[in-house]
């Protein structure tokens, strides 16, 4: 498959999976503005996999729309990173999930938005601005919750800690990711590596978090399709409609 | 009934989207949120551009097919394309539009949006935890005091934030900057 329509379906992928992740809450947020702020969330990124996926199924010229892509794929034909899948948790792992993932797809897709290729450069552009909102809003609550009360402090720090591994797979580039950056259209790991951990340790200082050890050892295998066990589940539930009952439409 | 082809002019187009309301906030048009970008029109067919407002937003769709309803009712060849960028942005509601909104309840987006243009400013500052949440007071379109907080950076649909008022005591949906 063409480097190009790979980085897409990863790009489709992420967006996708935290948007179905975040729709689980719907209805059972812990207060009424966090239900409303996490399937608003979850909104925009539905929107913006509708675009990535729908440029890809072009690209790929195989006849595939977002549709095919999002719902008749195996989970190791998906391309996520592995902290996307991870499941909510309590609040305080929704929350720095949310964060972890905000605050790299905010200076990956600023730089996509200044990508060699005009497409992804427009799709970027309009996705942005949401992704600025949402780091804006996890950003915040960390900080929150970090320096409020001993329990949310316990309960973040604990969840900060816990997701670490899984962050570390984003800035792994492999030969997809490299051509990619070579080509102009992505940026370069250690540039976004360095914005990344630059911007959670500015949080994580004023939220008196400890920040993890950016040595760490780090899980990785989503972006090439080995997933931990919980993408099935998600999968199944998102795509069960489909499955049984191919074609349906409303 | 459809018009003869030599009185198809643009700013009659422009009447008839002005005509066609917002499926989310009925008060007001399609031209006043800004999302209608062009309407080219070339004998018996018009073209018209529009621009979504958020990439996930589910009136997307109910729009074109209000717009393109409305533009049959004259011309039976309407043509629709989503344009992307530039990206929409606030700044592009009219005036009427935000009289229009200040009128139904919902406060119109308080300040000029730095837009993405900010980027050559550097990533960082547009994120910065105060970014947006800045001094500019939201008046509340109830009694218009400008004594109002925000309980809710989102509100009932993704171009809304939920604020209340202290003067008031009413709660009202913010038009958020974008």
């Known amino acids: 498959m063409d480097a190009k329509v790979q980085y897409l379906l990863r790009l489709g992928d992420n967006a996708l999976v935290l948007s179905q992740r975040l729709s689980e809450l719907c209805g059972k947020g812990p207060a009424l503005e966090e239900d409303m702020a996490l399937t608003n969330v979850a909104l925009d990124l539905l929107g913006q996999a509708r675009l990535w996926l729908t440029h890809a199924g072009e690209l790929e010229g195989r006849g595939r729309d977002e549709d095919a892509l999002a719902y008749l794929r195996d989970a190791h034909d998906f391309h996520n990173v592995l902290l996307v899948e991870q499941p909510n948790g309590n609040y305080a792992h929704t929350l720095v999930r949310q964060f972890y993932f905000d605050a790299w797809h905010y200076f990956q897709v600023g730089a996509l938005a200044q990508s060699a290729d005009v497409r992804i450069a427009e799709i970027a552009a309009k996705s942005l601005k949401e992704i600025t909102y949402h780091l804006r809003r996890s950003g915040d609550l960390v900080v929150r919750l970090g320096d409020g009360t001993a329990l949310s402090h316990e309960y973040t720090q604990t969840a900060a800690d816990e997701l670490w591994m899984y962050t570390g797979e984003a800035f792994q580039y492999d030969a997809i990711d490299e051509q990619m950056a070579a080509a102009g259209i992505a940026p370069p790991a250690a540039t976004l590596r360095a914005q990344w951990l630059a911007h959670v340790g500015d949080i994580f200082a004023e939220a008196t978090l400890a920040m993890p050890s950016p040595d760490a050892w780090m899980q990785k295998g989503g972006k090439t399709g080995r997933h931990s066990e919980h993408l099935g589940y998600l999968l199944a539930e998102m795509q069960f409609l489909q499955r049984a009952y191919p074609g349906a439409a409303w | ?178």
């Open chain 2, 1 to 178: 009934m459809t018009v003869m082809p030599a009185e198809l002019d643009q700013a009659a187009v422009w009447a008839w989207l002005a005509d066609v309301a917002d499926p989310e906030i009925p008060v007001i048009s399609v031209v006043d949120l800004g999302i209608v970008r062009a309407v080219e029109v070339a004998h018996d067919s018009v073209t018209v551009t529009l621009t979504p407002t958020y990439s996930g937003c589910p009136a997307t769709h109910v729009i074109e097919a209000a717009v393109r309803e409305a533009l049959q009712a004259h011309v039976e060849d309407v043509r629709i394309v989503t344009r992307l960028s530039p990206a929409w942005t606030t700044d592009w509601l009219s005036d009427e539009g935000r009289r229009k909104l200040q009128g139904y309840g919902i406060a119109p987006p308080a300040q000029q949006v730095i837009d993405i243009s900010a980027l050559r400013g550097g990533l960082a500052a547009a994120v910065s935890r105060r970014a947006g949440i800045g001094p500019t007071a939201v008046p509340c379109p109830h009694c218009g005091s400008t004594h109002t907080e925000l309980t809710s950076q989102f509100g009932s649909t993704p171009c809304k934030a939920l604020y209340r008022c202290r003067a008031c005591r009413e709660p009202f949906d913010y038009f958020k900057c974008h």
